[in-house]
């Protein structure tokens, strides 16, 4: 069974303050990894898809890094406005993507 | 049409009661995706079409749940006789190829 776990599961951080986000996964045949932003009350906003073990993917402040078993997503200078849940995901060849409970990012003026 | 529309928002509704939520994805994507979120978990999903072939359930649709997605375009997810165990966000989501997703705000349960 694909399974996925995020650490830690909540972080704060000063304005400003680099820091990285753990996604360590098992899955059978991976199609992609994903990243997503959660805001409270919404649904998942898309970030980065990695495909394979040393794939990188920059978006502003963040970047995504892949290896066979984790991935990581790091923070640049953050700022309040990052603040947000992060969910890590897999797909397998089946389709459906499997998450983890997510990173609960909290970031202080 | 720039995103995954769900309806209602938000539903409260008494236990026992039967609720039905809708999904429009996004024009062009043929597949559609419901998923199940609970407070401090990420999403479970729950069911899977391509245009109107409904191709996968998970273990968590018991019979009180369906879904419909006829002519391929919106879909819909019933739950008969709602308990408070139901209470969740439902979120739908859409894909042109499979790979990767794009999901709607969500449909907000709460059964009391």
């Known amino acids: 069974e694909d399974q996925v776990t995020q650490s830690p599961e909540a972080l704060r951080l000063q304005e400003g303050e680099s820091s990285s986000l753990n996604c360590s996964y098992t899955v059978s045949g991976l199609r992609g990894l994903f990243w997503y932003r959660q805001d409270p009350g919404k649904g998942p906003e898309f970030l980065f898809t990695?495909?394979?073990a040393g794939e990188e993917k920059e978006k502003e402040r963040l970047k995504a890094t892949l290896t066979k078993k984790e991935s990581f997503l790091h923070i640049t200078a953050p700022k309040p406005e990052d603040s947000a849940t992060y969910l890590c995901a897999v797909q397998a060849a089946n389709s459906k993507l499997t998450f983890g409970k997510g990173i609960t990012l909290s970031v202080r003026p | 049409d720039t995103g995954v529309s769900q309806d209602p928002r938000h539903k409260i509704t008494k236990r026992g009661q039967n609720v039905t939520f809708r999904c429009d994805p996004i024009s062009e994507h043929n597949r559609l995706y419901w998923y199940r979120q609970t407070l401090g978990q990420g999403p479970e999903f729950l069911t899977y079409?391509?245009?109107?072939?409904?191709?996968?359930k998970s273990r968590l649709l018991s019979d009180r749940f369906s879904a419909e997605r006829p002519k391929g375009s919106f879909s819909t997810l019933e739950i008969q006789r709602t308990e408070q165990g139901d209470s969740a966000m439902y979120l739908c989501?859409?894909?042109?190829?499979?790979?990767?997703?794009?999901f709607g705000s969500g449909t907000r349960l709460t059964v009391v």
């Open positions: 990695l495909y394979s």
């Open positions: 079409f391509q245009n109107e072939a409904q191709l996968e």
């Open positions: 989501a859409s894909s042109a190829t499979g790979v990767g997703y794009t």
